[in-house]
């Protein structure tokens, strides 16, 4: 066999793969875009665009999405960074491994339940109830959009966690030691070797975070009340309630396009950050 | 099984792994020799899935009956009862309106056995060939004459048996009486989106299903229950629309935020009225004057349900009047059987939150099969939800 013909094979299973799980499912919900809604709900198969023209009628799901998706992310970043740091160039080694998976336990049970955990701690009898010892009165946390922010913030934080701690604890020491040798305070360094060399992991989490996030609907509807929509919620609503399959996938494909082009924006930007270096890789 | 079942030290166990690894020894030497065949035995005795069943009197039915259903809406203590003399176990999906349920079975795949859908949807489940008619041989509970016929006439359509009634009730509101200051109750849907928009701001719940939530916006303005009219339904989207940020949620799971405090005042059924009265007697059960929903239940089989005797055995076994007057005290929803009645107590049958005063009772409206269809309800409950 020629190498150009084994390389066909090896890429066959994968390819299928992406053919039928991606690429297929993708394409029937574009083609849905345009249909109608059936008489009881579902779809009926049309050429309209009737269903793009009612977009704006879910403005505030995307409103809502876009801004707490990336806030949610940048949240998540700036509490993971120092954690990260800690475990991964601070940290004695004997209590590392023990540390890390304490980031990791949570994973073990279902993120519904921890969710719902949070209805307790965010609701009248938890933290305001507190609050209200100190002099806070009438706090309202749950069903808000702050509510939601804490909630995927707590959700996805091992995600961002990790990423920054393998790319700090492949960081050669030496090069701290050098900078401090040529006389480079510890904040200097920082800033120019440890934070440099720590952005690829920067960049792998704050992406797995941010597009997990874009999707996100669970959170939003046990820590929202039902009144924090993101677009996921509008697409389980549209799916489930009114069962709109049409206009469903046209908000569903406006997503995909609206994720494809902040992604790639943000790669833009990355790369810039990284001084076109060719090792940061994103995924 | 094996004689070696004692203790076994680290060393010999890994000894033991090698050899099996190997393949000095068989499978079945090496389970027993570690005591790992037992620590099988052991945990699979106890998963009740994999027990041994005691038969069931009218032959095997299956491991599994798979219910979808409302919220608070049966006694626990029945299933484990219909478990302990079938051995099926009764799986139980929670929904909090018709819609969900009608769109999972629209989707397919759905693996229920046993669904409970609300009269007016009925007829759509029929036109859309998602529901399987009833062999009455198979239900030997059921006695069409037994049951009041406004509440069981929905299950039959075009003369055929398609649902038999589970209960009905009323849709009203709920209101925690002790932080109105004093102000006298609410008795009308009018004062139920005023108080929201004042008071109680922050602290009301409305239904996460368009039929209600809908429907008790119109009654605001005085319009029928079920108003397919676009006018009519755009002044209930402004009613909606300028509520929305006074809400404490949009959900249909209404009593532990009630039961806590962080909720007052919520769209309400009847038997969870009845179920928080009980434990907080400040809660009051209100029907609005204007009227609102009078509703009943049905179980029904939907089509190609994967355990069609065990759904047969189930309803049959809940149409029981003694398993349904037990329902009955535990949910707090009135029962349509002349049968149940007879069995319950008459400070029950008395009950004002179940039986309410007739002038009340004769505003209401049945839902109509319109409103689930109309495209236009639909999308503007999506609408509101996502504003």
Known sequence: MTQKGRNALLLTPAGLWLLVMLVLPLLVVFVFSFGERGAAGGYVPAFTLEQYANLPARWTAFKNTLILAPLGTIAALVIAYPLAYFLAVRCAPRWRTSLLILVIVPFWTSILIRSYAWIFILGGRGLPALLETVGLDDVRLINTPFAVLVGIVYGYLPLMVFPIFVSLDKLDKRLLEASADLGSTPWRTFLQVTLPLSIPGVATGCMLVFILLMGEFLIPSILGGGKVFFVGNALVDLFLQSRNWAYGSAVAMTLVAVMLVTVSVYMKFISRLGGQRDDISLM | ?387
């Open chain 2, 1 to 387: 099984m094996t004689k070696d079942n004692g203790t076994i030290s680290k060393q010999k166990f890994m000894e033991e792994l090698r050899r099996y690894q190997k393949g000095s020894v068989s499978r079945r030497h090496f389970l027993g020799v570690t005591g790992l065949g037992v620590a099988t035995t052991v945990l699979g005795a106890a998963m009740p899935g994999l027990r041994p069943r005691p038969a069931f009197a009218a032959g095997d039915i299956g491991d599994r009956v798979i219910l979808a259903t409302w919220p608070n809406y049966h006694d626990e203590m029945n299933f484990e009862a219909f478990t302990e003399a079938t051995g099926a176990h009764v799986q139980v999906n929670v929904f909090g309106s018709n819609e969900e349920m009608l769109a999972k079975l629209q989707a397919g795949g759905s693996g229920w056995d046993v669904f409970v859908p609300t009269n007016y949807t009925i007829t759509t489940y029929v036109g859309e060939d998602l529901i399987t008619p009833l062999d009455t041989a198979r239900l030997p509970n059921y006695d069409a004459s037994a049951f009041e016929q406004r509440f069981s006439d929905a299950g039959t359509v075009d003369g055929t048996l398609y649902a038999v009634p589970k209960n009905w009730g009323t849709t009203g509101f709920a209101v925690n009486t002790s932080k109105l200051d004093g102000a006298p109750v609410p008795t009308t849907w009018k004062e139920f989106w005023d108080l929201t928009m004042n008071g109680y701001s922050g602290r009301t719940m409305v239904h996460d299903y368009q039929l209600t939530t809908i429907g008790n916006a119109l009654k605001y303005f005085g319009y029928s229950f079920n108003s397919v009219d676009p006018n009519e339904l755009a002044d209930a989207e402004k009613l909606l629309l300028e509520a929305k940020p006074h809400l404490f949620a949009i959900s249909s799971d209404y009593q532990p935020p009630m039961r806590n405090g962080d909720a007052w005042m919520t769209m309400c059924w009847t038997g969870d009225g009845k179920q928080l009265n009980t434990d907080m007697p400040e809660i009051a059960y209100v029907l609005g004057k204007e009227g609102g929903e009078l509703w009943s239940d049905y179980y029904a089989i939907p089509k190609g349900a994967p355990h069609l005797d065990a759904a047969y055995a189930l309803i049959d076994f809940l149409l029981n009047p003694e398993v349904n007057a037990k329902e009955v005290l535990a949910h707090g929803y009135p029962s349509a059987d002349a049968r149940t009645n007879a069995l319950l107590p008459t400070d029950l049958l008395e009950d004002p939150i179940l039986y309410p005063a007739a002038d009340l009772l004769n505003a209401l409206e049945f839902g109509a099969a319109a409103t689930l269809t109309d495209p236009n309800r639909a999308e503007l409950l999506a609408r509101f939800k996502s504003a």
